[in-house]
């Protein structure tokens, strides 16, 4: 049982220094895509104990509405493997922090890609 507790809080740990490290240096966010008043970027952190990339893409809402905002990111590591995750569903206010969301998807050795496929940006009342 503490083993289990041991990795439980090794792993937050770790994801909580990789949001608080991916709010704090814009220079490193890339632009992933702007469409309709959302922006998307994008940014790569590495795991010392895992040996696998982390990717944070960060969603940020620059309209002065509600919007609901859906897409399925897709990582590719290599030629031929593409990761596609599960689809991410968020509603954003209007003049609020932006979403973080966090992947762990490629090992050390490659270089990950990043697109968004599906993606949905809706107003909301």
């Known amino acids: 049982m503490k083993i289990i507790t041991k990795y439980i809080l090794l792993f937050s740990l770790f994801l909580l220094t990789s949001l608080s490290h991916a709010q704090e240096n814009e220079e490193d966010w890339q632009e992933l ?9 994008w940014m790569k952190t590495s795991s010392k104990i895992s040996g696998n990339l982390n990717v944070v893409i960060k969603v ?3 309209n002065p509405y509600k919007v609901f905002v859906a897409f399925e990111p897709t990582f590719i590591c290599s030629e031929d493997k593409e990761e596609n995750q599960p689809k991410e569903e968020i509603y954003l206010e209007a003049d609020t922090e932006p979403s973080l969301h966090s992947f762990r998807v490629c ?19």
């Open 107 to 125: 090992t050390l050795e490659n270089e990950p890609s990043v697109e968004l496929k599906n993606l949905i940006i809706r107003k909301e009342n």
């Open 60 to 62: 940020k809402n620059t």
């Open 33 to 41: 895509s702007i469409q309709d008043g959302v922006e998307f970027v």
